[in-house]
């Protein structure tokens, strides 16, 4: 490859995650010595997933070959719909909720879906409810496939005083099971406001 690999670093951790990449490594004689690895993904050779595994494996001594498309192959809609609804909705979904979802996914860039999921992984927000005063309630799945009880426990340890239910619902918990939400929703409100009058 004859173009620098120096820009739009991601985190190496993101990239092989998020990016569908494939890494195909063998070591040579000796196990403890360079590896001879091919790299390839489906977004093509400078996308910044890629360029930032490139330079990680480079800057550790790796003998690395890119193999990759010159553009972007990646098309959303070519994910079978059923996967993406059993992520998103498990098996509690309705046929009319996962049609509905279908529709909008169709309707969405494939590169809104990607900075999306991006963005997703980037956010760390503990220190920012670290600082959050005010009551709090948090509506868990436990048929969530991307929320798990890791999750739970560094909200609870952050703040305590979290009340969270869970519902045997999964991601779109609000969509799958709306009555159910709405009522814990209201319920935390009314206790909070009097909570809120009783301190007044």
Avoid at 157 to 168: K, V
Wanted: aromatic share 4%.
């Amino acid at each position: 490859m004859t173009r620098s690999f120096r820009h739009h670093r991601l985190h190496l951790a993101i990239a092989l995650a998020l990016l569908g990449m494939v890494v195909a490594a063998y070591a040579d004689n000796e196990p403890s010595g360079p590896l001879r690895i091919l790299l390839t993904n489906d977004d093509g050779w400078n996308a910044a997933g890629i360029v930032a595994v490139y330079d990680a494996l480079v800057a550790a001594g790796h003998d690395v070959t890119v193999v990759a498309p010159l553009t972007n192959l990646f098309n959303h809609t070519w994910v079978p719909s059923g996967l993406v609804a059993a992520g998103l909705l498990g098996s509690t979904g309705t046929d009319d909720l996962k049609s509905r979802l279908r529709a909008i996914l169709a309707k969405l860039p494939p590169a809104t879906i990607r900075a999306r999921a991006l963005a997703v992984c980037h956010v760390d927000k503990r220190a920012a409810l670290a600082k959050v005063t005010c009551p709090l309630l948090y509506l868990h799945g436990r048929n969530d496939r991307f929320i798990g009880r890791r999750h739970i426990r560094e909200i609870t340890a952050i703040r305590p005083d979290c009340e969270i239910h869970q519902l045997p619902a999964p991601h779109m918990l609000l969509e799958s099971h709306p009555f159910q939400s709405a009522e814990l929703i209201e319920r935390f409100c009314r206790q909070a406001e009097r909570t809120i009058q009783s301190t007044a």
